[in-house]
């Protein structure tokens, strides 16, 4: 085992040397096998830690490089293992996470005074990691694909709690929804239409795509990105979207079509077997004061209905609802947070403050009359909801809270499986952590694993 060690040792120094030559002011923060992680990594996942809101701690630092250690040795497992992923899924990650950091910034320009780069530098820059990630979250769930519970484990993991230490369960909904959006007539969307067919005319004429969708798409993910929507599967866009996406060839440009979000007009960038890259201009039709009070009568009617009893909410949601998410989930909203899986109960602290306020006064069973509201986009709609049950406060017990229970069990379960296999991992692996790290409890167990695996 010595002898093993000192061969990779000898290895890696050769290895930091020539990185030295090449990036003689950077600096070397740890090895993992033959793996580096590099001060300027740590600085760059520092940065998005910090972009996305949180304030500066540069303790959190230790927690960054304890997660990419643990990274390094996931993929240094995945390329025995011959565990991959295409570049069509980092391509889509690296898009979505540029968008998401675009959003947090403000706008592009300012992401790119933050970084001091330009936003195509920093893709660039993150792609390795981000396949990195990817590979590494594939082979964790690789090593925990077998991890399963039964009822008796989770009575046993019931039973470990003391009394007085089981979980407060606050006030809990059950709430089912009827969304109605109105819908414009062929008249009422002309106007746009004409809009985003004067912009792919100019297309068509010389003028540059990305330019025109900076400046005219309303798609607010994508329009200061060009347009560029990244690489895509047929699973992750609508229908109609799909459809045009996949059927153009690189270079080619769609006409006009409609979709639930609006007109667009597409460009293909590139294919790679089953992915597309595309770009794209949107338009949003407005509503008008008479498609509103359209879609009211509706609403009226359906209240009527369903207060009548003529027709069950599960049905009237499935004819009616413009929510594809509940639609056909009988129009009942699920919730999901980092202990449960998704459920219909909804803690009230985690509704809709204007959903909370309308059901907290219905008794269960009662629909409410239609409600006008703007979604997240903007978009104006009516909304008649439903109270299937409500849950008063009360201590975590298996009758009420069996699932909450069973998934903060399966949990644990799977934890203990990822913790057994670092542990053999780390005991067999050569590690070495800067020294500027010494005072991080987080790293502790690294580096002792590696020294005890050397005697």
Not at 229 to 244: H, N, S
Not at 283 to 304: F, G
Not at 328 to 333: D, I, R, S, T, V
Request: hydrophobic share 35%; charged share 30%.
């Amino acid at each position: 085992m010595k002898k093993i060690f000192l061969i990779a040792s000898g290895f890696i120094c050769l290895f930091l040397n020539a990185q030295a030559q090449k990036k003689n002011i950077d600096k070397v923060v740890a090895v993992l096998g033959s793996n580096i992680i590099l001060l300027s990594d740590l600085n760059q996942q520092y940065a998005q830690f910090l972009n996305s809101g949180n304030t500066d701690d540069p303790k959190v630092k230790c927690y960054i490089l304890q997660q990419m250690l643990a990274q390094k040795l996931l993929k240094q497992q995945a390329e025995i293992d011959s565990v991959m992923v295409d570049d069509g899924q980092v391509d889509e990650e690296v898009e979505k996470r540029m968008r998401y950091q675009i959003q947090r910034a403000g706008g592009q320009e300012r992401l790119e005074q933050f970084l001091n780069r330009s936003v195509l530098q920093y893709k660039d820059e993150i792609r390795p990691d981000i396949k990195e990630q990817l590979i590494s979250n594939k082979m964790q769930a690789k090593i925990t694909q077998d991890v399963s519970i039964t009822p008796l484990e989770v009575k046993k993991y019931f039973d470990g709690y003391q009394k007085d230490s089981l979980p407060d369960i606050p006030t809990e909904f059950e709430i089912g929804e009827i969304v109605m959006y109105p819908k414009l007539t062929k008249a009422e969307k002309q106007k746009y239409y004409d809009k985003i067919d004067a912009l792919r005319l100019r297309v068509k004429s010389g003028e540059d795509f990305a330019f025109l969708a900076k400046s005219y798409s309303e798609d607010p993910g994508s329009a200061a990105d060009g347009g560029d929507l990244g690489f895509f599967d047929r699973t992750r866009m609508v229908k109609e979207f799909t459809a045009w996406a996949f059927k153009l060839k690189p270079g080619e440009m769609s006409p006009v079509f409609e979709t639930e979000h609006g007109f667009h007009i597409l460009q293909v960038v590139e294919r790679r077997g089953e992915q597309v890259q595309a770009r794209h201009i949107l338009i949003r039709p407005q509503n008008t004061p008479a498609s509103l009070d359209r879609v009211k009568l509706q609403a009226d009617t359906i209240y009527k209905n369903l207060v009548g009893k003529k027709i069950p909410f599960s049905t009237a949601a499935s004819l009616y609802s413009d929510n594809k998410e509940s639609q056909y989930n009988g129009g009942m909203l699920l919730y999901a947070d980092n202990v449960t899986a998704r459920t219909t109960f909804i803690p009230a602290d985690k509704l809709d403050p204007k959903v909370f306020l309308i059901v907290d006064t219905m008794k269960v069973g009662e629909i409410s009359a239609p409600t006008l509201f703007t979604d997240q986009s903007g978009k104006d709609g009516y909304k008649i909801l439903y109270l299937k049950s409500k849950i008063p406060p009360h201590k975590g017990n298996l009758d009420q809270d069996y699932a909450k229970f069973k998934e903060k069990a399966q949990q644990e379960k799977t934890d203990k499986v990822l913790s057994e296999w670092f542990e053999k991992r780390r005991e067999n692996t050569y590690i070495r952590i800067d020294e500027d790290y010494d005072d991080c409890d987080e790293l502790k167990i690294w580096t002792a694993a590696s020294k005890s695996a050397k005697k």
